[in-house]
C-alpha cells in the first residue's frame, strides 16, 4: 500500500513479521510518523525503511521511531 492509514487497520489480523516502509507517503502520515505509532502497538514487527533521503537527519528520526534500519534506494549492487 502506499499509505499507513490504510495499513494500520489490517496489521492486526495480517501480524506481518516485517514491513519495508518508505519515508516519504501519500497520506496524512510520513513514513517516520507510521514507524512510531507501529511500534507503539505492535512493537514486534520489524521495520525496514526503504529511502531515497540519505539525508542523516531523516534516517536518525526514521531509527529513533522504532526502525531496525535503513535501505537507499540509490544503493548499488552488493558482490
Do not use: W
Not at 518508505?22 to 529511502?51: A, C, H, V, W
Not at 529513533?64 to 537507499?72: N, Q, T, V
Request: aromatic residues 10%; glycine residues 6%; charged residues 30%.
Amino acid at each position: 500500500s502506499d499509505s499507513v492509514e490504510y495499513v494500520l487497520p489490517h496489521l492486526e489480523n495480517d501480524q506481518p513479521d516485517f514491513i519495508i516502509m518508505d519515508i516519504r507517503l501519500k497520506g496524512t502520515m510520513n513514513g517516520i510518523e507510521g514507524t512510531f505509532k507501529i511500534k507503539k502497538e505492535y512493537p514486534s514487527i520489524d521495520i525496514l525503511m526503504f529511502t531515497v533521503y540519505d539525508d542523516s537527519e531523516q534516517v536518525f528520526e526514521a531509527l529513533r521511531a522504532g526502525a531496525c534500519g535503513y535501505i537507499s534506494k540509490n544503493a548499488s549492487d552488493l558482490e
